[in-house]
């Protein structure tokens, strides 16, 4: 389980934050958790408005994000979920959302969170969802991670150190 070690950040305000999730529709109930844990992190971090844009699967995010990114949000956060199966269809899809979602936030200068499931099997994912039983919430945690990295980076472009 990957959750050892991570950290723990204390909720911090951003209220003043334009956010957005871009979910992807496969796997409903892993999605659900996804999604519930975001919202869980909104709360805790006071972001009172998020826009969320549902896209077919993990492939679709990276542009999306895009979209979102360059119309001023100020964090972008990424949620999907890409079980392995028997062809190399998992590589390219893990591949392409990982390296897109990496292209985003670094010619956008925003902050993405994360969110992205790549697992062996079902229970793998339904361990990471944040459902009741789960072993860790990474909606919850890709989401807190876009919101702290978003408030550092307004510091850093007023100048700030980080």
Same mark, same amino acid.
């Given at each position: $389980?990957? @959750?050892?070690?991570?950290?723990?950040?204390?909720?911090?305000?951003?209220?003043?934050?334009?956010?957005?999730?871009?979910?992807?529709?496969?796997?409903?109930?892993? $999605?659900?958790?996804? *999604?519930?844990?975001?919202?869980?992190?909104? %709360?805790?971090?006071?972001?009172?408005?998020?826009?969320?844009?549902?896209?077919?699967? &993990?492939?679709? *995010?990276?542009?999306?994000?895009?979209? #979102?990114? %360059?119309?001023?949000?100020?964090?972008?956060?990424?949620? @999907?979920?890409?079980?392995? !199966?028997?062809?190399?269809?998992?590589?390219?899809?893990?591949?392409? %959302?990982?390296?897109? #979602? &990496?292209?985003?936030? #670094?010619?956008?200068?925003?902050?993405?969170?994360? !969110?992205? #499931?790549?697992?062996?099997?079902?229970?793998? %994912?339904?361990?990471?969802? @944040?459902? +009741?039983?789960?072993? +860790?919430?990474?909606?919850? +945690?890709?989401?807190?991670?876009?919101?702290? &990295?978003?408030? &550092?980076?307004?510091?850093?472009?007023? !100048?700030? +150190?980080?």
């Amino acid at each position: $389980m990957s @959750g050892a070690g991570s950290p723990t950040p204390q909720p911090i305000d951003c209220h003043d934050l334009r956010v957005a999730v871009v979910a992807a529709s496969w796997h409903d109930q892993v $999605m659900d958790g996804l *999604l519930a844990g975001a919202a869980r992190a909104f %709360a805790d971090f006071q972001v009172e408005a998020p826009v969320v844009v549902r896209v077919p699967g &993990t492939f679709e *995010l990276p542009v999306v994000a895009s979209a #979102l990114a %360059a119309q001023g949000y100020d964090a972008v956060v990424a949620l @999907g979920v890409v079980i392995r !199966g028997g062809t190399p269809h998992f590589d390219y899809v893990c591949n392409a %959302a990982t390296d897109g #979602l &990496t292209r985003v936030a #670094l010619d956008h200068t925003v902050a993405v969170g994360f !969110g992205v #499931l790549t697992c062996d099997d079902d229970q793998q %994912a339904l361990d990471r969802a @944040g459902l +009741e039983g789960s072993k +860790e919430d990474k909606g919850y +945690e890709a989401t807190s991670a876009a919101l702290v &990295t978003a408030q &550092t980076l307004k510091r850093v472009k007023r !100048g700030y +150190e980080a």
